[in-house]
């Protein structure tokens, strides 16, 4: 469909290649499709860039996420997406909330259990990084069940808009993910938006990429 970019999401894009967090070339993902683009949420990697990142992300729940009383991020790449979008929404958004996060060893002693931070309770909400085939959320929905608590939705950096992995399935995996659920799965851009940005780039390298990507996207992406 036509994307439309708002300012903080052109900025948001333009920051993620210059980070080199987005990629483009080959890549195999983990449901092993090749994919000519890839988001790698943890070269992210100064203090400036993840607080910047933080931003991004508290701006995207301002606008568009459902009501929620705590912040997880799921272990390992969530935690640091997680602390620092708590971080800016006490910062620049005037929430102050909890926070959560799991570790993946479960400890026998000391204080136990392996939620760390908050108590997950009432409304979670999830901070993750890309949902491709939707493999990764949902071993963290059955945290968050064990747990006692229900989740709220998950917001991601990238939407893949890519289809999960049972081909007779057109829908998404976030769409996906969003029915099982019943809950919604918002991203600060979409797939579909980062084509827009590459196009209207004058550059014959990024429109080159744009090209791979219509194709990638013909091939597993969900009809518009
Ligand atoms: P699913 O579990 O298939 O939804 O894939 C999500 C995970 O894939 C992410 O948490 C990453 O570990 C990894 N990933 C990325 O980080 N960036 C991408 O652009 C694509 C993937 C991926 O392998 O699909």
Avoid at 45 to 62: S, V
Avoid at 171 to 177: C, D, G, L, N, Y
């Amino acid at each position: 469909g036509a994307a439309c970019l708002q300012p903080y999401q052109r900025q948001f894009i333009e920051f993620a290649i210059v980070q080199g967090v987005l990629r483009f070339g080959e890549f195999t993902l983990k449901s092993g499709r090749a994919s000519p683009y890839f988001f790698n949420a943890g070269l992210f990697r100064t203090g400036g860039a993840l607080a910047k990142l933080g931003r991004f992300y508290a701006r995207a729940i301002a606008e568009r996420a459902p009501g929620f009383d705590v912040l997880f991020g799921p272990a390992y790449k969530g935690i640091p997406l997680a602390a620092t979008t708590a971080v800016a929404l006490a910062d620049h958004h005037d929430r102050d909330l909890p926070y959560a996060f799991n570790r993946k060893e479960a400890k026998a002693h000391g204080e136990g259990g392996n939620i760390v931070g908050a108590t997950l309770e009432g409304r979670v909400l999830i901070v993750d990084d890309v949902i491709t085939a939707g493999t990764a959320i949902r071993e963290v929905m059955g945290l968050i069940e064990a747990a006692g608590a229900r989740a709220a939705g998950v917001v991601v950096a990238l939407d893949r808009q890519e289809r999960g992995g049972d081909d007779n399935d057109p829908r998404s995996a976030i769409q996906q993910v969003e029915a099982a659920y019943g809950m919604p799965v918002i991203s600060i851009v979409t797939l579909d938006m980062v084509l827009a940005y590459l196009e209207e780039q004058a550059g014959d390298e990024l429109r080159g990429h744009a090209e791979a990507i219509r194709a990638y996207r013909d091939r597993y992406g969900v009809t518009p």
